[in-house]
């Protein structure tokens, strides 16, 4: 009985560990991901077509406005 209880706290023991180092490697990974989405719109944050209403992401286009084409 002393054994079989010994080796479940040593496969607990285990498990936990496994779980923190998952835990972690997916947290650094999520940090990355988060950086990089950051950067790219950092970096288009200073061109017209970050605007609103301009170019294809939706809007009103008023570029073309008056000039008879919808």
């Known amino acids: ?5 010994f080796m479940a706290g040593l496969i607990a023991m285990v498990a936990m560990a496994a779980v923190a180092a998952l835990g972690l490697q997916s947290k650094d990974q999520w940090e990355q ?3 990089k989405i950051g950067g ?3 970096a288009n944050a200073g ?3 970050s605007s609103p209403g301009s170019g294809t992401g939706g809007g009103a ?3 073309n406005a008056g000039s008879g084409s919808n």
């Open 1 to 5: 009985m002393v054994e079989y209880s």
């Open 33 to 35: 991901s988060q950086n």
């Open 40 to 42: 790219a719109f950092s």
């Open 47 to 49: 061109s017209p077509s």
């Open 61 to 63: 286009n008023t570029d």
